[in-house]
């Protein structure tokens, strides 16, 4: 009977796979297992059969059972059973089967796939060969088939296990009574194997775009390529070309999207997006990836992204690299130039090549190091261009016991320049060349201790470096792409407060920090890591501190289902907090997730965040964010929602407001994507999906 691909050619009945695979392959969904709604064929049965008869994996029991030798056919009555190795159930009223060549049909037949919880009825069931399998007048379901909620519904299905494809006619499928499509003629892989066809469509609606309707065709071009035509209508923008295409060999991957708008329907322009993603491995040791993006116009994404994340971006970085990697030496070429949306524009590395020697330095000897970095800067205004050369050779000899550490650090970084474009009177190859000398230094103490039944294991971290960087003039160096860090207590301890090397900062300073953890011993599982720390500066410049602020850390994790975090940067001058990051999650294995989010940066950032997931009962689920701005007070983003979720069938529902730009111009939209479980999905799954896990599930 049904056995290998056989086996899952009736079981693709409970897919529809002319929808199911591409989507897969397309949308990435993930639909959940569904709880069996279905009770196994064989309580359907009025008395257990009479007669059985085994061969191989196969199974028939009935009534009666008699066999004709000549043509080795087995002719079944009443109570039919067929079980093929509880992959498959099928029941009927009567069968003529011969089990040899797998050619014969059962009457009257109910089939049933215990793995997928599908069931459904075929009035006939026809085998060819073992090869190719017919139903006819059927219908399919994972709900109760007394009283189902959705069904599948088709004049003749055949199944050809031979080209590894499905042919159905006069399919229709009902949800709760109603039509919601009608195909004469449909075409579907068996398997795992993709097939061209048409995907479920999507919609939604926001204040953007009015109300949107997408009807995605999925091209199985090759077994390693593939692309998804998706047409986008918009009542108020009209009708945009969403199309993706993806490739795959053994050492190449990409992902190409492009969308066009011939006219927006609001401001007459054509309006696009473009972009590439691909990674490479060339040769052992040799990769390469190129990142592109670009739009048509600064405010594409704002009015066509529908992700708050997208309506922040000021710029769309453009890069192409090529990386040789070997146990000693890492080498990158980039080239890399940015889209400006808003803001000001950056300089383009064209090109920028890095090396660097990427040995661990060994303990208990003398390590060399160097890195460095060529890179010429272009720019399209009127400002200084040109090549940039920056060195660091350096030696270390880190001293290393069981539980203590101290390194000494030698670097000479050496920075010069060829200049272009300069004001009259600026040197046009200025250069700079300073030492920077570092002691850095680290206890690791533990005590083992029972905090009543339970075991722990507690450290105690002191860390002291001593960094010391010369004072160097600077100011008729260029600023190309240099920016100051965020500090924070990790931050402390690093040789350079500044990203790039225009600009390096003079330092005579001690930093100290004291770390703590709390471990099990069982596991290793960190379950809470506190750190302080503070630097101290022996020559400060005119009007600045002796001592920095004040930084500290708090993570935790005493259980799987909570995690917490807590953050502060302390100014003791004047006794205020200059930034406080905090969160408090929780997140149990049924589903139910609760965050808490407060971040705060002086005259800057004030808001809080409070969003989650809770499931009220077996079925519904409630879905639910707010963040707030409290210097602004007004409400940044908002969403609410439910998700109903029974044995055969989901819906969720999500509305989403929020502000579109800085100036408080709002935006909502509405997000309905229908499950129906066994066959596919269809509505805004991927959007809601995006949205959840970006902001309810973080």
């Not at 009807?215 to 692309?227: H, S, T």
């Not at 990697?325 to 383009?348: H, V």
């Not at 250069?431 to 230094?441: A, E, H």
Request: charged share 25%; glycine share 8%; proline share 6%.
């Amino acid at each position: 009977m049904c056995r290998g691909r056989r086996r899952a050619a009736l079981a693709c009945l409970t897919l529809l796979y002319a929808f199911v695979a591409p989507m897969a392959a397309a949308e990435d969904a993930s639909v959940p297992a569904p709880r069996l709604c279905a009770k196994p064929l064989v309580q359907l049965l009025e008395k257990t059969p009479a007669a059985s008869i085994r061969r191989g994996d196969v199974l028939l029991q009935a009534d009666r059972i008699s066999f004709r030798q000549t043509d080795e056919l087995f002719i079944a009555e009443g109570n039919v059973l067929l079980r093929d190795d509880d992959s498959l159930d099928i029941l009927g009223s009567s069968a003529r089967l011969n089990l040899s060549t797998r050619n014969g049909e059962i009457n009257d037949a109910r089939f049933y796939t215990p793995k997928e919880g599908g069931q459904g009825k075929a009035a006939r069931l026809v085998w060819h060969e073992g090869s190719r399998i017919e139903l006819i007048e059927t219908n399919f379901t994972t709900c109760d088939p007394e009283d189902p909620d959705w069904e599948l519904v088709a004049s003749n299905i055949t199944l050809d296990n031979i080209t590894h494809q499905g042919h159905a006619e006069d399919v229709v499928l009902r949800f709760k009574g109603f039509p919601l499509f009608y195909l004469p003629y449909m075409r579907f892989p068996i398997g795992e194997e993709r097939l061209s066809g048409f995907l479920f469509p999507g919609f939604g609606t926001t204040v953007e775009t009015g109300t949107e309707v997408r009807i995605p065709y999925y091209w199985n071009i090759a077994p390693n390529m593939d692309a998804t035509f998706t047409p986008r209508w918009m009542s108020k923008r009209g009708t945009m070309l969403e199309t993706q295409f993806r490739y795959l060999t053994p050492s190449h991957s990409g992902d190409v999207f492009l969308s066009w708008l011939p006219e927006d329907d609001l401001s007459g322009e054509e309006r696009g997006e473009l972009r590439w993603q691909h990674n490479a491995s060339l040769a052992p040791g040799w990769t390469g990836n190129v990142s592109f993006a670009t739009v048509s116009d600064e405010n594409y994404l704002e009015d066509f992204g529908g992700d708050l994340a997208n309506t922040s971006i000021t710029h769309l970085e453009q890069i192409a690299q090529l990386s040789y990697a070997t146990r000693q030496w890492t080498i990158t070429t980039r080239l890399q130039g940015y889209k400006t949306l808003s803001g000001t524009i950056p300089y383009q590395r064209l090109p920028q090549i890095t090396f660097a020697r990427r040995t661990l330095e060994r303990p208990n000897q003398f390590n060399l190091l160097l890195s460095g970095e060529l890179v010429r800067f272009d720019h399209p205004s009127n400002t200084p261009v040109g090549q940039r050369v920056d060195l660091q050779p350096g030696i270390s000899y880190p001293l290393v016991t069981a539980g203590a550490w101290l390194t000494p650090r030698l670097i000479w970084r050496h920075t010069a320049y060829q200049l272009e474009r300069v004001a009259v009177g600026d040197p046009d190859t200025p250069t700079r060349s300073l030492p920077v000398f570092s002691i850095d230094s680290g206890l690791v103490l533990e005590r083992e201790f029972h905090w009543g039944e339970r075991a722990l294991v507690q450290t105690l971290e002191p860390r002291v470096k001593y960094l010391y960087v010369p004072d160097r003039d600077q100011s008729q160096l260029p600023n190309f792409d240099t920016t100051a860090l965020t500090p924070t207590l990790f931050q402390l301890f690093r040789d350079y407060s500044f990203t790039g090397a225009d600009r390096v900062a003079a330092a005579n300073r001690i930093t100290a920090a004291l770390t703590t953890r709390l471990l099990d011993p069982r596991n290793g599982h960190q379950l809470l890591v506190a750190g302080i720390g503070q630097a101290f500066e022996f020559n400060p410049a005119p009007g600045e501190p002796s001592t920095s602020n004040l930084f500290a850390e708090v993570h935790g994790q005493p259980t799987p289902q909570w995690d917490m975090g807590l953050r502060i940067e302390w100014n003791p001058r004047n006794d205020e907090a200059e930034t406080i990051t905090t969160r408090l999650r929780f997140r149990d294995a049924h589903d139910n997730a609760l965050f808490l989010r407060y971040r705060f940066l002086r005259n800057e950032i004030k808001n809080w965040e409070l969003g989650g997931m809770w499931r009220i009962n077996a079925r519904w689920q409630l879905i639910g964010l707010r963040q707030y701005d409290l210097i602004n007070d007004r409400d940044t983003e908002t969403i609410y929602g439910f998700q109903y979720d029974s044995c055969c069938w989901g819906v969720r529902l999500i509305r989403r407001e929020y502000l579109a730009d800085d100036i408080g111009g709002a935006n909502n939209a509405i997000f309905l994507e229908l499950n129906l479980k066994g066959l596919s999905s269809f509505g805004d799954q991927k959007r809601i999906s995006r949205m959840l896990d970006r902001g309810i599930l973080p």
